[in-house]
């Protein structure tokens, strides 16, 4: 299935990168490096320069922490939402919400895409998102209410949960008017999982393939990472580099990531091998 999100055509024939970009001073990995609107811009054209198909701008972080009211979520997103719209028009912005009043806003602000990473506790940001012509990311993440870590959570099989909730949520969101093409499925790694719940729906994810939904992989830096490797996130790059290639071999098509720069190669490489995409040069052998 081709992406389309907003009007805006995504390339068919490579797999995507979706930067993440904090207005949040206490997010796990950066750590408040972009919640200034000047180092958050800086970003945003750095991503850019280094590949990213897509720019993800959040203003909560996702995990339990201070509470932040809806109006300092908008004045966390909103400005740099249309400052990233006037300087790179034809870039694909997507907001990091579960908000339907947050994702109202956004949208009018130029926002193509409404990430909604909580599985959809508030059922009116679907339609926000359909009444804007906008995107919408579907997360499996068990249940739980937003910001909240898993305990003791256990499935009968993980992955048939994820696929039930997520294709659920996706076909919900056509139903209410989001085009076909601008929805994407995220089986939510580490939301409501625990680390072996993360594992096993990385090597099931061709299930989560099969069902015809385009593939959203949120890997970077996460817990899970940590976990098989024993690293604090400052570490994890080349745990979720070898995590995103085997999720980019299985058929993923996107992914949320903090390192572009690291990743484009990557997804370069796993794409060629697939047959997606041809050499960059073709000289050994023929000259």
Same mark, same amino acid.
């Given at each position: 299935?081709?992406?389309? =999100?907003?009007?805006?055509?995504?390339?068919?024939?490579?797999?995507?990168?979706?930067? =993440?970009?904090?207005?949040?001073?206490?997010?796990?990995?950066?750590?408040?490096?972009?919640?200034?609107?000047?180092?958050?811009?800086?970003?945003?054209?750095?991503?850019?320069?280094?590949?990213?198909?897509?720019?993800? =701008?959040?203003?909560?972080?996702?995990?339990?922490?201070?509470?932040?009211?809806?109006?300092?979520?908008?004045?966390?997103?909103?400005?740099?939402?249309?400052?990233?719209?006037?300087?790179?028009?034809?870039?694909?912005?997507?907001?990091?919400?579960?908000?339907?009043?947050?994702?109202?806003?956004?949208?009018?602000?130029?926002?193509?895409?409404?990430?909604?990473?909580?599985?959809?506790?508030?059922?009116?940001?679907?339609?926000?998102?359909?009444?804007?012509?906008?995107?919408?990311? !579907?997360?499996?993440?068990?249940?739980?209410?937003?910001?909240?870590?898993?305990?003791?959570?256990?499935?009968?099989?993980?992955?048939?949960?994820?696929?039930?909730?997520?294709?659920?949520?996706?076909?919900?969101?056509?139903?209410?008017?989001?085009?076909?093409?601008?929805?994407? =499925?995220?089986?939510?790694?580490?939301? +409501?999982?625990?680390?072996?719940?993360?594992?096993?729906?990385?090597?099931?994810?061709?299930?989560?393939?099969? $069902? +015809?939904?385009?593939?959203? !992989?949120?890997?970077?830096?996460?817990?899970?990472?940590?976990?098989?490797?024993?690293?604090?996130?400052?570490?994890?790059?080349?745990? $979720?580099?070898?995590?995103?290639?085997?999720?980019?071999?299985?058929?993923?098509?996107?992914?949320?990531?903090?390192?572009?720069?690291?990743?484009?190669?990557?997804?370069?490489?796993?794409?060629?091998?697939?047959?997606?995409?041809?050499?960059?040069?073709?000289?050994?052998?023929?000259?």
């Amino acid at each position: 299935m081709g992406l389309r =999100i907003r009007g805006k055509p995504l390339p068919d024939g490579e797999t995507l990168v979706m930067a =993440i970009v904090n207005r949040t001073p206490d997010s796990f990995f950066d750590r408040g490096r972009t919640y200034a609107l000047g180092a958050a811009l800086d970003r945003v054209d750095q991503v850019v320069a280094e590949g990213a198909h897509v720019v993800d =701008i959040g203003g909560v972080k996702a995990a339990p922490g201070q509470d932040v009211p809806v109006e300092e979520e908008l004045d966390r997103v909103v400005d740099l939402v249309e400052q990233v719209r006037a300087r790179h028009p034809d870039l694909v912005v997507s907001v990091d919400t579960y908000r339907s009043e947050v994702a109202d806003v956004v949208c009018r602000a130029g926002a193509d895409l409404v990430n909604d990473a909580w599985g959809g506790p508030d059922p009116r940001t679907a339609e926000v998102a359909a009444a804007h012509g906008a995107g919408l990311v !579907c997360t499996h993440a068990g249940g739980l209410p937003p910001r909240t870590r898993p305990h003791r959570v256990q499935y009968a099989d993980v992955v048939q949960s994820v696929v039930d909730t997520v294709v659920g949520l996706a076909e919900r969101a056509v139903e209410v008017g989001i085009p076909r093409d601008s929805v994407l =499925i995220d089986p939510g790694h580490d939301f +409501g999982k625990n680390s072996r719940h993360s594992l096993e729906v990385t090597r099931r994810l061709d299930a989560l393939v099969a $069902t +015809g939904w385009p593939v959203l !992989c949120a890997l970077s830096r996460k817990d899970f990472v940590g976990e098989v490797l024993d690293v604090a996130p400052d570490d994890r790059l080349e745990g $979720t580099l070898a995590a995103t290639a085997v999720s980019a071999w299985l058929g993923a098509r996107m992914f949320r990531v903090h390192d572009v720069a690291a990743t484009v190669p990557v997804l370069r490489m796993v794409d060629a091998l697939a047959g997606r995409r041809d050499l960059a040069l073709a000289r050994r052998g023929l000259v």
